[in-house]
């Protein structure tokens, strides 16, 4: 279903690394044409967890955190009770990307502090590893953390290297560029205040 989108949901990347639409208002449109699928009463469980979340990550683009707040708690009650870890895993790592948007670090270390223990404890998610590391990395990126932000980007490339995928690996090649610009510009800041300069 969610391949069916007859919209335009593609993004582009900003100098921190965060996610824009390329067009704001088709990525509204398929948030109104995924939440209209899903009133179908034929719709199952899984799919309907799966386009909440999708709904979520648009709402959050969109800076609609409290729409991406409600779509994602429902995805995240499905995969419950679906008792499905990956969704749920998932969907867990998109809220905590809301935290981090809306700069509630303290919920969004948290919680991607308690995913890098899950993801220890279930070897079932190691294919989403890599979005784990992306996503954390971006959080510590947006803190000014820039070691842990290279840590957490250099394990999702190597990930995402091993599985081949062009799209992924440019991603995270953004994201370490990113990194780099926002290192160098904070050095250039700090000579500029510098004493005697």
């Known amino acids: 279903m969610i391949d069916q989108i007859p919209f335009d949901v593609s993004v582009s990347y900003d100098e921190r690394g965060h996610d824009i639409a390329n067009r704001p208002a088709e990525m509204r449109q398929a948030i109104q044409w995924l939440s209209e699928q899903l009133t179908r009463a034929d719709l199952e469980p899984r799919q309907r967890a799966q386009a909440y979340g999708m709904c979520g990550v648009w709402a959050r683009v969109l800076h609609d955190f409290d729409a991406a707040h409600t779509f994602l708690q429902r995805a995240l009650d499905l995969a419950q009770q679906l008792n499905d870890p990956r969704l749920l895993f998932v969907n867990r790592i998109r809220l905590a990307h809301v935290y981090q948007w809306q700069r509630q670090f303290d919920r969004s270390n948290a919680l991607f502090a308690d995913l890098l223990a899950t993801s220890r404890d279930q070897p079932g998610l190691a294919a989403q590893l890599d979005f784990l590391y992306q996503h954390a990395g971006k959080n510590a990126l947006d803190q ?54």
């Open 144 to 197: 000014q953390q820039y070691d842990r932000a290279e840590q957490y980007f250099t394990q999702a490339l190597h990930l995402r290297r091993l599985k081949a995928d062009p799209a992924l690996i440019e991603s995270t090649e953004q994201a370490l560029a990113a990194l780099q610009h926002q290192r160098q510009h904070r050095k250039l800041n700090e000579s500029d205040s510098a004493p005697g300069s």
